[in-house]
């Protein structure tokens, strides 16, 4: 575990301190996960909403304590679901289980691409893994020569739109059911307009990026659903990392902080 890595405090449901901890225990039994399909979603944004800064790419807004909490929620998930744009841009390479969490998984953690056009990003093919390809009819040709076709999941197209929901269940039909979408904001509007979303976890940081940069959700505006804040927790640098439940938003109140 880096020296720089901050200790964080949960504030909902309890109030509880979470110093480092190289094996991450404490951080692995908040984000557990349960045994059937489960969708969660991670992405970062500065305090004005940018979804990345200047560079376009979301490293620039996030900080250590995101990190920490990123490497957990790898550790925990089965697949990380990525847009083959957003995997391109932010120089994605076939994945490996955060070290020091292995533990967490007896299963390698395995990456898979949302394309239509079935076109792979180059870097994600230097691995002892090749990355599992989510398209359509149209893009299966160009995917399966990347990837073969033992790494295909082909799914229905609907309105010109990868069919996301057949998906997650072809994925989940693959032992892949605990599922980490980690965007881009288009494929996460997505992902949510087809009320496939489980939890929505978002890091807010204390940056500043000014006008330009996207929000973390792409696409046409929705009407507002309502959502439950299930975790929430603060690092000394003021990051804020929430995590919101948007299957049981109408059951249970807001927790509070006693």
Known sequence: MSSDTPPLRLLVPDVEELPPDPREERLA???????????????????????????????????????????????????????????????????????????????????????????????????????????????????????????????????????????VVALAARGLGRVLCEGGPHLLGSMLEAGLVDELCVTTTPRLVGAGPGRIVGGPADEPRPARLARLLAAPSGTLLASWDLRHRAEAPVPTVP
Do not use: C, K, Q
């Open 29 to 167: 039994a908040l984000y557990a996960l349960p045994a059937h399909t489960h969708v969660r979603v991670n992405m970062v944004a500065s305090v004005d909403g940018g979804a990345w800064g200047d560079d376009g790419r979301s490293g620039s807004v996030n900080d250590a304590a995101d990190w920490r909490v990123f490497r957990v929620l790898r550790a925990l998930a089965d697949v990380v679901l990525v847009g083959a744009g957003t995997a391109r841009t932010e120089s994605y390479t076939a994945l490996e289980r955060p070290r020091g969490l292995e533990h967490h998984s007896a299963r390698p953690l395995e990456l898979a691409l949302v394309t239509r056009s079935g076109r792979v990003p180059a870097r994600t093919l230097d691995g002892p893994r090749l990355p599992w390809v989510v398209t359509g009819t149209a893009g299966a040709a160009t995917a399966s020569a990347a990837v073969g076709e033992d790494r295909l999941v082909v799914v229905p197209e609907v309105g010109g739109a990868i069919d996301l929901e057949a998906g």
